[in-house]
C-alpha cells in the first residue's frame, strides 16, 4: 500500500485546512486509515482513525469538535477536515493505514503503511 499525503501549508489561528490522503495498492477496502501529527521535539501522536469499510472514526481530545476524517472510495482518499485551528495544532501530518482489520487504534505502532506527510504550521 502506498500513501501519499497533501493539502498542508500555513494558516492564521481560526482558520481552515484539508488534507487529502491518496490510497494506492493493496485491497483498501480492509484498511484503517489514521492521521497522526508531529510537532518539533515531540512524539508522534494520533489524530484520527477510520475503517475504510464503515463505522464511526475515533477522534484524539485535542482535534474533537474541530476535525473530521472523511473518505471517497471512488478516489481511494481519505480527507482531514481542520477548523477553528490553533497554533497548537502546527505538526507535520501523516497519514498511515493499518491492514489488520481489528477496530482502529491510536498507537503507531498499529500502522503499517505510512506517508511521506505534510507541514500544517498555524499562526497566532
Known amino acids: 500500500v502506498q500513501l501519499q499525503a497533501f493539502g498542508g501549508g500555513l494558516v492564521q489561528a481560526g482558520g481552515s485546512l484539508r488534507l487529502s490522503c491518496v490510497a494506492s495498492g493493496g485491497t483498501l477496502s480492509r484498511l484503517i486509515m489514521g492521521w497522526f501529527r508531529q510537532a518539533p521535539g515531540k512524539e508522534r501522536e494520533f489524530v484520527t482513525a477510520?475503517?475504510?469499510?464503515?463505522?464511526?472514526?475515533y477522534y484524539a481530545d485535542s482535534v474533537k469538535g474541530r476535525f473530521a476524517v472523511s473518505r471517497d472510495s471512488a478516489k481511494n482518499t481519505v480527507y482531514l477536515q481542520m477548523n477553528s485551528l490553533k497554533p497548537e495544532d502546527t505538526a507535520v501530518y501523516y497519514c498511515a493505514a493499518d491492514p489488520s482489520m481489528r477496530p482502529p487504534g491510536t498507537g503507531a505502532d498499529r500502522y503499517e503503511y505510512w506517508g511521506q506527510g505534510t507541514q500544517v504550521t498555524v499562526s497566532s
Open positions: 477510520v475503517a475504510w469499510y464503515g463505522g464511526r472514526p
